[in-house]
């Protein structure tokens, strides 16, 4: 079925048989205390906003059936696919694979690198799990895309310039319609959260399109 999204810089119309929704890193490792945002030195409270909007967005994609594909940033306990050049960076207050309130920072299985309770995978919506910031870095997305013949990617989740900006310009060069849902995204920096929007729906929407939960669930046919 195709739907008519209220979108910037333009509205578009998207098949719902082939768009999916692609939650990105919402992971209390960014989003509680004690997590590997919190360790670079961020008020992770900043993230909250994110949550019910991006709950909405979910529930609405359940109800219309689309594919749901949650991501989660981390590396193995033995840090093999953790390049050096990732673990020195910066001065953190503790780095990747260190211990935390939340298990080892970043690591696979440990607490820190579940997705938020209130944003819990169901069963048969893919979790994928990258070492990089984009999703399709290093990651089996690509193919499970491909497999149920994806063309457009309501994208959301955190943060705004860092994960959710690298996965849809990953997604934008390998043909696919980006759509960022602005309001279920969130960023340590207000000032770049803005500018990532910004820069997505730029130039005619140079690398994709803009919306608002409302209106992305309201396109989803959602009756609150
Ligand atoms: N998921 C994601 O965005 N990873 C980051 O490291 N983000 C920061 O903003 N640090």
Known sequence: MSVLLEAEPSPLTIDLATTALV??????DF???GGFGASLGNDVSLLAAAVPPTRALLAAARAAGILVVHTREGHRPDLSDA??????????T???GEPGPMGRI????????DIVPALRPQAGEPVIDKPGK????????????EARAIATLLVCGVTTEVCVHTTVREANDRGYR?????DACGSYIP??????????KAQGGIFGWVTESGAATAALGHRP
Do not use: N, W
């Open 23 to 28: 939650i990105i890193d919402m992971q209390r």
């Open 31 to 33: 989003l509680e205390p």
């Open 83 to 92: 390049p050096p050049a990732k673990l020195e960076r910066g001065a953190p």
């Open 94 to 96: 503790a780095r990747i």
């Open 106 to 113: 970043l690591i696979r299985g440990e607490p820190g690198h």
């Open 134 to 145: 984009g999703a399709f870095y290093a990651t089996d997305l690509a193919e499970i895309l």
């Open 178 to 182: 980006c759509v960022v849902v602005s």
């Open 191 to 200: 000032a770049f959260h803005a500018a990532g929007l910004a820069m997505i």
